[in-house]
């Protein structure tokens, strides 16, 4: 059986210390990645590899070269430009035997995997192909799968929200592949495993089973996972070697290494060859020094990963941190939990480095110095910027001018040149401030607007499909709370952003890594103002003229939102008889806690029944949310009005397929399925 080693990747998230290399050659315990990864294939006898490369091809091409001092024939395949995680393996088909299975794993994760247990699954599975699995406590940023008794796929989502985790078992990207996969694609284009392949060959029916593997696996996603697997592996919880020339109750320590009889070795620790440790030092515990260090008098080192050729000064304290290659650290430093301190940084006497920050390569902090802020990108911000709905925060607090620019800055600029971006907002003055200054950035990055001003949520969405923007801004209050700002990034098709993308904004975000472009390109604003008539022309084409039946009698409460200006023409139109409540355009009243919407709903139930209408509607959140009131009183919302609803479609529209959040009752979709209509799970 061959291999393929997946290498082509950034590393973005581990940088600094990706910046001017690959992270399959980023080390663990002084060996790079992709090198336990090909201890771990000659352990199972899998010696021929084809590695695919991308980001800086060439200097992993160097490291390995043809693969022969570690035991293994490498083969190579470049992509000039990304094909995807399976687009590139694609590529490479050339270097596989087509006659038999191969494994594919990440070179930019550690694991110890028992690939033969795996591999016998798969041939007693009689499987196209096998996902190796395994189960996490937090799966966010994972592909989540979930298997049968049999061990057969039966769903997967990839980077699921909370409400969405339906399992704790993750895709690990190392799958084995049976050679017909590759009928499923054509060379040159681009393609995903998780995102083209996989739910292709689901949707078919093809035998796709995961395999749940036992053993250690660890992504290397983040500077913090970094860290630990270093700590994971120098204290035996992953079966791989580590190479040292003598160790001894779990210290590691190179040929020509020099330890002062006053310095204290923690264990476990890792010390590289020709590395020096002078008195009174303290060197530990999960503690990794690069070959050819210095650490002088009185320095303190703990639970820190130290790349090779660095100087540690006397009475430097580093704890929990990562230094890169060749840094020089003069005395009396402080580098604090979580920092970075990039390749070949110069940190002068007596600095701080605050927690969390990060020095990108080739900085000199001048003596005396407090580095509060990552340098030259920031992260100032933790954990993710995107809720369930977008980006919220309190507004002008949080939700700032300044973080707008930014926010739309970074936005745009994951985005093609000249894209079109159609911005809307509700009718407060928060949100009209905050989505000026997102123009204003948009415009910054060179992408177009086409603003619709105040506009009701559903336009917004007709509009960006039939525009041909390639996405768009809403800015209006959060649902339940009128202090928080909610800022929604869509996609081109008026939908929420991909997790993936949401990912690309974040990192932008927090590197502050925008397009700078000339000031001949920047963006234009375009003025949209026929996009309720195309709602309404589009709302008729596609329902017909309504037949000839007894008029039904609607009481309608708009909920002080826009649609009050447009929605009662339309019901004239299919000839319903219609009484507006609250149909006028103020934000400010319009209900957003459960108890304000009680309070309307209670009042549209009394207005229906003493008028004898046939039924009442509340609209909410502009729009995008309903609570329907029958003849009778009865009040449907959520799950309720979600079955009354498909169980209208599924009698007069039997042929139908009905799109439900992931978060929707099973029963629910068992019964629908009955009737005969299709179900589409789509993210909540």
């Known amino acids: 059986m061959k291999a393929v080693v997946m290498a082509g990747g950034e590393g973005s998230r581990l940088r600094p210390i990706t910046s001017n290399r690959p992270k399959p050659l980023v080390p663990i315990c002084n060996a790079p990645i992709m090198e336990h990864i090909l201890t771990l294939l000659k352990r199972y006898e899998i010696t021929e590899v084809v590695s695919t490369l991308h980001y800086l091809a060439d200097e992993i091409q160097g490291y390995f070269g043809d693969g022969s001092d570690f035991g293994v024939q490498m083969d190579y395949s470049i992509e000039d430009t990304p094909l995807g995680t399976a687009g590139s393996v694609k590529k490479a088909e050339n270097l596989l035997r087509s006659t038999e299975p191969f494994l594919i794993v990440s070179g930019d994760a550690l694991t110890d995997c028992n690939l033969a247990k795996a591999i016998e699954f798969h041939k007693s599975k009689g499987s196209l192909a096998t996902l190796i699995l395994y189960r996490v406590p937090t799966p966010l940023d994972f592909g989540v799968v979930i298997t049968d008794d049999d061990g057969r796929v039966v769903r997967f989502l990839e980077k699921p929200g909370w409400s969405e985790v339906f399992s704790d078992t993750v895709n690990t990207g190392m799958y084995i592949l049976e050679p017909e996969i590759f009928d499923y694609m054509e060379q040159g284009k681009n393609y995903d495993w998780s995102g083209d392949i996989f739910p292709r060959l689901l949707e078919e029916g093809k035998p796709m089973f995961g395999y749940v593997m036992e053993e250690y696996w660890c992504d290397v996603g983040s500077i913090i996972q970094y860290r630990e697997a270093q700590e994971h592996l120098m204290s035996g919880r992953v079966d791989l070697p580590i190479n040292c020339e003598s160790h001894s109750n779990n210290t590691y320590i190179g040929s020509n290494s020099s330890v002062d009889e006053t310095a204290s070795i923690v264990p476990p620790v890792v010390i590289g060859r020709n590395c020096k440790i002078k008195r009174g030092a303290r060197i530990g515990p999960y503690t990794v020094l690069g070959d050819n260090t210095l650490v002088e008098e009185e320095a303190t080192v703990e639970r820190s990963v130290v790349w090779d050729s660095a100087y540690i000064g006397a009475a430097v304290s580093v704890r929990s941190a990562v230094v890169g290659s060749r840094v020089t650290i003069k005395r ?132 960006i499909r039939t525009s041909g923007a390639s996405g768009a801004v809403n800015v209006r209050k959060l649902p339940g709370n009128s202090r928080v700002t909610l800022v929604e990034l869509l996609d081109r098709n008026g939908g929420y952003l991909s997790r993936s993308m949401e990912r690309k904004v974040e990192t932008a975000f927090f590197r502050e890594d925008y397009k700078r472009i000339d000031s001949e390109d920047l963006g234009v604003i375009e003025y949209a103002s026929l996009a309720v008539e195309g709602y309404q022309t589009d709302f008729f084409r596609l329902i017909g003229q309504p037949s000839a039946r007894r008029k039904l009698r609607v009481v309608c409460d708009y909920g002080f939102s826009s649609l009050a200006t447009f929605y009662p023409a339309m019901l004239a139109q299919l000839g319903v008889e219609s009484i507006s409540l609250n149909g006028f355009n103020d934000a400010k009243k319009a209900p957003r806690t459960n108890e304000e919407i009680s309070t309307h709903v209670e009042n549209l139930k009394s207005v229906v029944g003493n008028l004898g209408y046939d039924i009442g509607v509340l609209f909410t959140e502009e729009g995008e949310r309903l609570a329907v009131v029958d003849e009778r009183g009865e009040v449907l919302v959520g799950n309720n009005l979600l079955a009354a609803l498909s169980v209208l479609v599924a009698q007069t529209h039997p042929e139908a397929t009905i799109a439900m959040s992931i978060t929707a009752p099973t029963l629910l979709e068992e019964a629908l399925r009955k009737t005969g209509v299709g179900i589409l799970r789509t993210k909540s």
């Open 332 to 463: 009396d430093c402080i580098i604090s939990e979580d920092a970075v301190v990039g390749d070949r940084c110069l940190i002068d006497v007596g600095c701080t480095v605050r927690p969390r920050i990060k020095l990108w390569p080739d900085k000199i902090i001048e003596r005396g110095s407090t580095v509060t802020m990552s340098l030259v990108w920031g992260n100032k911000w933790r954990g993710n910027l995107f809720r369930e709905l977008g980006v919220a925060g309190l507004s002008n607090i949080e939700i700032t001018p300044d973080f707008a620019c930014r926010l739309g800055a970074a936005y745009g600029s994951c985005l093609s040149p000249r894209s079109r971006i159609v911005t809307s907002r509700d009718s407060t003055r928060s949100s009209r401030m905050i989505k000026r200054a997102i123009i204003a950035s948009l415009l910054s990055v060179g992408c177009d607007i086409l603003d619709l001003r105040s506009a009701a949520l559903p336009v917004a969405r007709h509009f």
